[in-house]
């Protein structure tokens, strides 16, 4: 049966600790042993049977100085509030199977560049340790309703600036401009980044805002509105249309250190990188992370403390054959 909230569902039991401790004083026929077993005060035993009995109204223990007996009212209400504490704690038990245990079923949302480039190994090598463990993934550059949605997890790059303060940053993403060695000598190299405005400029998407490339002179940030041919939300995609000679890119440096590593793209503009970005993870509720979330967490945060974000070895720059203007 689907759980409907309302104001007045629950009047009588509206407070489980009344309900806790009317069925000890039943089982130990006791007010003051009861307050031993819970470890109350015996003024709140009495009070809390009082404002159950005003609730009910109804007289569910008949007291004396000596006895506690219980009333046919009471003994009926027991039976009805015995299974509900049952269930009751059932459901915690459950709760904290579900965060206490290395168990169950992740749900992640991480962009597609960033999962194919660099998080694919170190998921697969949690799955190999944790094998109690399932995730479902996600691979989009939106930002997720993540409560909404039901994910339980989502890695992002961001701005500095932009972290929320419940977000756990994992690492840093280095970014650089790149272009290929064929493009650079048929147009020519940028010297600064307002040069960019006369380039083919690949822009990866992010939201539905003018494209915007940030840059960093001499410790100043400044921006640079571009253009292009091609815009796309997946990284991977900008990169290799780089690589084919089709204009410049933005990229984290995660995706172009394979490029360089083969000679496909090069650096430019190398002195106005833009300030790195944070790799950040979400969730719903980070104050209480299940153990599974937690422990994928900081997997991935000690794994990306690994990730070289450097080709092994650059290869020499080619000679770059400038078209000069006529």
Not at 209 to 230: E, K, L, M
Request: hydrophobic share 40%; with cysteine.
């Amino acid at each position: 049966m689907k759980y409907v909230p309302s104001s007045s569902r629950l009047n009588i039991l509206s407070d489980l600790k009344s309900v806790e401790i009317f069925l000890s004083v039943v089982e130990t026929r006791s007010l003051t042993r009861t307050a031993e077993k819970l470890r109350v005060a015996p003024s709140t035993v009495s009070k809390k049977m009082a404002e159950l009995e005003e609730r009910a109204k109804a007289h569910l223990i008949s007291r004396t100085t000596r006895k506690v007996e219980i009333t046919q009212a009471g003994m009926d209400f027991y039976a009805h509030c015995s299974r509900l504490m049952d269930e009751a704690e059932l459901a915690e038990r459950a709760i904290a199977s579900g965060r206490d245990s290395l168990a169950g079923r992740l749900r992640v949302t991480a962009p597609i560049a960033l999962t194919e480039r660099t998080l694919m190994p170190h998921i697969a090598d949690f799955l190999v340790q944790n094998p109690a463990v399932e995730i479902d993934l996600d691979t989009s550059t939106n930002t997720k309703n993540l409560r909404g949605e039901g994910f339980d997890l989502s890695i992002r790059m961001v701005a500095r600036f932009d972290v929320e303060p419940d977000n756990i940053v994992l690492h840093e993403n280095h970014r650089h401009f790149y272009a290929s060695p064929n493009y650079l000598a048929e147009h020519g190299e940028p010297k600064h980044p307002r040069d960019l405005t006369a380039h083919s400029c690949l822009i990866v998407r992010q939201g539905s805002a003018a494209a915007s490339w940030p840059y960093n002179d001499r410790g100043r940030f400044g921006r640079i509105n571009v253009s292009g041919p091609f815009t796309s939300n997946n990284a991977n995609t900008i990169a290799e249309l780089a690589a084919s000679g089709l204009g410049v890119a933005l990229l984290g440096a995660f995706i172009g250190r394979d490029y360089e590593g083969s000679g496909r793209l090069v650096r430019v503009l190398e002195a106005y990188s833009p300030p790195a970005s944070v790799v950040v993870a979400a969730a719903p509720d980070c104050r209480h992370l299940s153990r599974p979330s937690r422990a994928f967490i900081d997997h991935l945060s000690r794994r990306l403390k690994d990730v070289r974000q450097e080709p092994a070895a650059l290869p020499k720059r080619p000679m770059l054959r400038l078209v000069e203007a006529l």
